[in-house]
Nanobody, 117 residues
Framework: QTRLVESGGGLVQPGGSLRLSCRIS????????MGWYRQAPGKQRELVAR???????EYGESVKGRFIISRDSDQNTVHLQMNSLEPEDTAVYYC???????????WGQGTQVTVSS
């Protein structure tokens, strides 16, 4: 069964950096777009960044210029480098994988990111 394994997250001061990683257990043929969404208390889940197969990465407006998404050469792990973190970035971050042909989605269990002094 294909699954997503997340790592990273934690507590950081404003202005600091964190790195999240997510590995997909099965991705023959590199057919999954992979990325991160986040959900803060009382808010809807929103796109943070996505690495698109054979395409340009997508970013949410609030993280453009601060966050960078990258993918390992085996295409099975995606990393989210988060810089200049702000308290508003505090949320549970969820890894997402979307199959590019049928749209089927997988979700990770989520990892907490807290930005606070």
């Amino acid at each position: 069964q294909t699954r997503l394994v997340e790592s990273g997250g934690g507590l950081v001061q404003p202005g600091g950096s964190l790195r999240l990683s997510c590995r997909i257990s099965f991705n023959i043929g590199n057919i999954f777009h992979m990325g991160w969404y986040r959900q803060a208390p009382g808010k809807q889940r929103e796109l943070v960044a996505r690495a698109i197969v054979d395409g340009r990465p997508e970013y949410g407006e609030s993280v453009k210029g601060r966050f960078i998404i990258s993918r390992d050469s085996d295409q099975n792990t995606v990393h989210l480098q988060m810089n200049s973190l702000e308290p508003e970035d505090t949320a549970v971050y969820y890894c997402n994988a979307q199959q590019m042909y049928d749209g089927r989605e997988l979700w990770g269990q989520g990892t907490q990111v807290t930005v606070s002094s």
